[in-house]
């Protein structure tokens, strides 16, 4: 098993609320990715956090945003939930240095209703 | 953007039999190819992984080859076991970052015992 902790495993959430994400990263690791997985598809990625920044994002809206702490454990939050939103979020952690592979976490499943 | 195809979305083979699941990848500029294995309700794991500087890499019954001309990379699995079934995911990623990956559809492989 890795060191990459999400949480909460299971949300459920009303159209429109916001919702918060957190993922602790694996010891060593400052590097954190965001990924969307709807049933059946394969991880989307929505964006990565290195030192405390933005560095890199994927095709989602701004109301998909993020933050990563000094600690390098990251969150997640999206606002204005839509029902398409209903999906397996997966942080993955890994070193910025290129040739050390992305961990994943176990994921935290959302579903809007 | 980056678009990876992945092909098939289901394969059933006998155990024993070998495995064969093929990418392709749209953005020539693509570096880094991971497979992640993905068993039902767990995160995704990495089982191997090829940069573009090499065109074949072995690891015990996985194997992937790399085709920079075509935009192919594959995954290849022998003497398959019941234990290989899962969802099997290719991504590809630019400038060898492991953790800003692109992911294919998924390929459902069934080992029947």
């Known amino acids: 098993e890795t060191g990459v902790t999400q949480s909460p495993t299971h949300l459920i959430k009303t159209r429109g609320q916001q919702v918060t994400l957190r993922c602790s990263s694996q010891?060593?690791?400052?590097?954190v990715s965001w990924y969307q997985q709807a049933l059946g598809q394969g991880p989307q990625f929505i964006f990565q956090?290195?030192?405390?920044?933005?560095?890199g994002r994927g095709n989602f809206p701004p109301r998909f945003s993020g933050l990563q702490f000094p600690n390098y454990s990251s969150e997640l939050n999206v606002n204005a939930l839509e029902l398409d939103d209903s999906a397996l979020y997966l942080c993955?952690?890994?070193?910025?240095?290129?040739?050390?592979?992305?961990?994943f976490g176990q994921g935290t499943r959302l579903t809007v209703v | 953007g980056e678009n990876v195809e992945q092909h098939p979305s289901t394969l059933s083979v006998q155990e024993g039999d070998s495995a064969v699941i093929k990418c392709t990848y749209s953005d020539s500029a693509s570096n880094y190819f991971p497979w992640y294995k993905q068993e039902l309700g767990k995160r995704p794991q990495l089982i191997i992984d090829?940069?573009?500087?090499?065109g074949e890499k072995k690891d015990q019954r996985i194997a992937v080859t790399l085709n920079k001309t075509a935009k192919h990379f594959s995954l290849h699995i022998t003497e398959t076991q019941p234990e290989d079934s899962a969802v099997y995911f290719c991504a590809a990623s630019k400038g060898g970052a492991t953790n800003k990956l692109i992911f294919g559809t998924g390929t459902l492989l069934a080992v029947q015992p």
């Open positions: 090829i940069r573009s500087n090499v």
């Open positions: 010891s060593g690791h400052n590097t």
């Open positions: 993955a952690s890994s070193l910025v240095t290129a040739g050390t592979e992305a961990f």
């Open positions: 956090y290195y030192r405390e920044e933005e560095n």
